[in-house]
């Protein structure tokens, strides 16, 4: 099993470009989310996904859009890059949000917007 | 809404003990879970309470105390490899009824010879 990967782990926009950060599990997890990390600041969670054809905000969902039409994928849109979002971004999966256990991470995307 | 609270920065020498206490104010709590994360890689994780008391893995022991709101990842025989951020979690449930996951600042530690 390759586990949670991500594309691009390091990517350079420019001011109002969008891009999309891709995410693929293949442990056939429900529960996906996406977290961003800045210093002094934790992981603060985007998005999120209980499975296919359902999402939800998380704590700072403004500048991104999320979609699942598979259990495997969890893309990230960021709609109009700005330099507030210049981050590391993990996305992470879990079997089901019930088991409350253990999220698989990946290994990151290092965005930086000029 | 949720909030966390733990130390920035921990320093503990080799060999020794070192306890990262952690606080959380929630509602419709779960459980509470640790995350080791090495500078430049991914969160990886430790262990998971729901339930009070001590669970113990190897070196590392996570404790929780619903009535306080309170828990503690204990490190035992403190290693170089370590040296590295720790972060609590709470899984609580939100008002739409899904659950979620909301991390701490995490607590840096240093472990020095």
């Known amino acids: 099993n390759a586990g949670v990967t991500q594309t691009p782990k390091f990517q350079v926009l420019k001011t109002g470009q969008s891009m999309t950060l891709q995410c693929a599990q293949d442990m056939n997890h429900e529960y996906m989310s996406w977290y961003r990390q800045d210093p002094g600041m934790g992981l603060r969670l985007i998005h999120y996904?209980?499975?296919?054809?359902?999402?939800d905000q998380g704590e700072v969902p403004n500048g991104y859009n999320v979609s699942r039409s598979t259990t495997e994928d969890f893309p990230l849109r960021l709609l109009s890059a700005a330099p507030s979002q210049t981050s590391v971004y993990f996305c992470?999966?879990?079997?089901?949000?019930?088991?409350?256990?253990?999220?698989?991470f990946g290994p990151g995307t290092r965005l930086t917007v000029t | 809404g949720q909030s966390l609270e733990q130390p920035s920065e921990v320093t503990a020498v080799e060999g020794a003990i070192v306890q990262i206490n952690c606080t959380y104010q929630t509602s419709g709590f779960y459980g509470l879970s640790w995350y080791q994360q090495h500078d430049g890689g991914a969160p990886t994780f430790l262990s998971y309470n729901a339930l009070d008391g001590l669970e113990e893995t190897g070196r590392f022991s996570s404790f929780l105390s619903r009535s306080d709101s309170y828990g503690y990842l204990l490190l035992q025989e403190l290693q170089m490899k370590d040296s590295a951020s720790y972060f609590c979690a709470v899984r609580d449930r939100r008002s739409g009824g899904y659950q979620k996951v909301t991390f701490g600042i995490g607590t840096k530690l240093q472990v020095i010879p």
């Open positions: 992470a999966s879990s079997y089901s949000p019930g088991q409350g256990v253990e999220q698989y």
């Open positions: 996904s209980v499975g296919a054809g359902i999402t």
